[in-house]
């Protein structure tokens, strides 16, 4: 099993434990959700977070497919992606794959039609807006590229993550500078933002 299956493992348990459900009344949820996935199953597939410790077998483990994460994520009233990233946003490291490990906010970024995943150390500024345009054409329905594409939509966002970003600063007397900044860049873009909605509220049609 790979890292990812790995999550999926970890993540249906601690999900099934929060909601305070059997084995047999997931699988319930999730029959009802129009999918079949027996209470066995399910245990199988959360054994797949104790492989390579000894405590079970290969037999004992049950790889989820696709339809099994939807339905799944259906039952537990959660988004799919609550089972496929880890529960952590921040700068810890995240494995997606063998070769891919990325930080917790750029996966959770990526998953979230946002930003790619793509990018690596040896890229260059303009290596760099070529993948990121690359991931846009196509992450998302088009619908949502109109809108994201929306100078308020994308000044709101740098604002979402300027946000984020003050907020993951631990309050030590070494980061005062890097939040005072932080700080100062959130206000700049909030003010950003007003003039943004500002201009998308001129180009409505006037109220009758």
Same mark, same amino acid.
Do not use: F
């Given at each position: ?46 054994? *797949? =977070? ?6 079970? /077998? ?7 497919? !696709? &339809? +099994?994460?939807? $339905? ?31 930080? *917790? =906010? ?6 979230? /039609? ?7 150390? !040896? &890229? +260059?500024?303009? $290596? ?81």
């Amino acid at each position: 099993m790979g890292p990812t299956a790995c999550t999926v493992a970890e993540n249906l348990r601690r999900l099934r434990d929060a909601r305070g459900l059997s084995l047999r009344t997931l699988s319930q949820r999730v029959e009802e959700a129009g999918h079949a996935l027996s209470a066995d199953a399910i245990n199988k597939i959360e054994n *797949g =977070r104790l492989l390579g410790t000894g405590d079970v /077998g290969p037999k004992q483990v049950r790889r989820a497919d !696709a &339809d +099994d994460i939807v $339905a799944l994520a259906l039952a537990l009233n959660v988004s799919p992606l609550t089972l496929l990233l880890p529960p952590t946003a921040g700068d810890g490291p995240v494995t997606l794959t063998d070769s891919v490990t990325v930080t *917790g =906010r750029a996966a959770w970024s990526w998953a979230e /039609g946002r930003q790619t995943a793509a990018q690596t150390a !040896a &890229d +260059d500024t303009a $290596a760099q807006h070529e993948r990121q345009e690359a991931y846009e054409a196509l992450a998302l329905p088009p619908e949502r590229r109109r809108l994201e594409s929306l100078p308020a939509v994308r000044s709101a966002r740098r604002l979402y993550e300027t946000l984020a970003e003050l907020i993951s600063i631990r309050p030590t007397a070494g980061q005062s500078t890097q939040a005072a900044a932080q700080g100062r860049a959130a206000r700049r873009r909030h003010e950003q933002l007003g003039h943004e909605i500002d201009d998308l509220m001129d180009q409505l049609p006037p109220p009758q």
